[in-house]
């Protein structure tokens, strides 16, 4: 089945791999996105298609560029596909370019119900899910291959890095830790470390120390729907910070911070998007090879 906010009679021709992102009044997107024929990750049955955003340079130049993978891509870049808002990624990337920071961003979309089980890497005793490692094992065995066989990327870990937000952060945080063969930095929004019933923690402690750049972000008004919720978004962030200084993070590659109002909803992810992106692509993108 396909992800519940896909339309795909917007994507309808599959011969070949690659199509230019649809026009239209109703969508959002601004710069270059291609849309990739479907994939099958490991939620059985779910097609997910690739939305891969260029760098405005990328067509005047043969330069090579980082890469950022980022789930729930069907939310990054164009609200009429998007179940609950857009991250504006497209619009952030193009700004961030009059400032030299220049990647290519690609949005995996999600499995829609088998979501949870894809990012989180430790089961919930009454939600279930951990699929986390089948999940990145597809990220990187055929995401990102496909990726750097038909874009001009910089393949090492340096210049590879993963982002998402609420459980999409926890596995991006999980992704460095766990594959700091391919990935080099991680951008963790909101995560949800409270699916993982405090076993992320003892796990995180256990891991010897991989370097990587990580930015970790929270809102204070996180789920307020649910008891307690937001307090425990915030004090699980504040203690997952701790643990990572402990284990030799520094201010150069660490960075935390907590949003004041801060809510768990794109607009809030969209907003914090730029000071991400400053801290983790700006070194690269300054010491990037042409």
């Given at each position: 089945?396909?992800?519940?906010?896909?339309?795909?009679?917007?994507?309808?021709?599959?011969?070949?791999?690659?199509?230019?992102?649809?026009?239209?009044?109703?969508?959002?997107?601004?710069?270059?996105?291609?849309?990739?024929?479907?994939?099958?990750?490991?939620?059985?049955?779910?097609?997910?298609?690739?939305?891969?955003?260029?760098?405005?340079?990328?067509?005047?130049?043969?330069?090579?560029?980082?890469?950022?993978?980022?789930?729930?891509?069907?939310?990054?870049?164009?609200?009429?596909?998007?179940?609950?808002?857009?991250?504006?990624?497209?619009?952030?990337?193009?700004?961030?370019?009059?400032?030299?920071?220049?990647?290519?961003?690609?949005?995996?979309?999600?499995?829609?119900?088998?979501?949870?089980?894809?990012?989180?890497?430790?089961?919930?005793?009454?939600?279930?899910g951990g699929g986390a490692d089948a999940y990145l094992d597809f990220l990187v065995r055929e995401v990102k291959?496909?990726?750097?066989?038909?874009?001009?990327?910089?393949?090492?870990?340096?210049?590879?890095?993963?982002?998402?937000?609420?459980?999409?952060?926890?596995?991006?945080?999980?992704?460095?830790?766990?594959?700091?063969?391919?990935?080099?930095?991680?951008?963790?929004?909101?995560?949800?470390?409270?699916?993982?019933?405090?076993?992320?923690?003892?796990?995180?402690?256990?891991?010897?120390?991989?370097?990587?750049?990580?930015?970790?972000?929270?809102?204070d008004n996180e789920s307020p729907e649910v008891p307690g919720r937001a307090e425990e978004y915030v004090n699980?962030?504040?203690?997952?910070?701790?643990?990572?200084?402990?284990?030799?993070?520094?201010?150069?590659?660490?960075?935390?911070?907590?949003?004041?109002?801060?809510?768990?909803?794109?607009?809030?992810?969209?907003?914090?998007?730029?000071?991400?992106?400053?801290?983790?692509?700006?070194?690269?993108?300054?010491?990037?090879?042409?």
């Amino acid at each position: 089945m396909d992800h519940p906010g896909w339309d795909d009679t917007l994507f309808a021709d599959d011969s070949a791999a690659w199509h230019d992102y649809p026009g239209g009044q109703e969508h959002t997107v601004v710069g270059t996105v291609k849309v990739s024929r479907p994939l099958y990750g490991p939620a059985e049955g779910v097609r997910r298609r690739l939305l891969v955003y260029l760098p405005p340079s990328y067509d005047r130049t043969e330069k090579h560029y980082p890469v950022l993978y980022m789930h729930d891509g069907q939310n990054l870049f164009d609200a009429a596909v998007s179940y609950s808002g857009e991250w504006q990624v497209d619009e952030t990337m193009e700004a961030l370019s009059a400032e030299g920071i220049e990647a290519i961003v690609v949005g995996v979309a999600s499995a829609g119900s088998g979501r949870a089980v894809d990012y989180s890497a430790h089961r919930h005793s009454l939600y279930g899910g951990g699929g986390a490692d089948a999940y990145l094992d597809f990220l990187v065995r055929e995401v990102k291959a496909l990726i750097d066989g038909s874009c001009r990327t910089l393949q090492d870990r340096v210049h590879t890095g993963v982002m998402g937000s609420s459980m999409g952060g926890s596995v991006s945080l999980y992704a460095l830790l766990t594959r700091a063969d391919v990935f080099g930095f991680a951008g963790v929004i909101s995560p949800a470390f409270w699916w993982s019933e405090g076993t992320i923690f003892s796990f995180v402690a256990a891991l010897p120390f991989t370097g990587g750049r990580i930015y970790i972000d929270v809102g204070d008004n996180e789920s307020p729907e649910v008891p307690g919720r937001a307090e425990e978004y915030v004090n699980d962030a504040i203690r997952m910070e701790a643990l990572l200084r402990a284990k030799g993070y520094t201010p150069e590659n660490l960075y935390f911070m907590v949003e004041a109002g801060g809510e768990h909803r794109e607009s809030a992810w969209a907003r914090r998007l730029p000071g991400a992106l400053r801290f983790l692509l700006g070194p690269i993108c300054q010491a990037r090879p042409s």
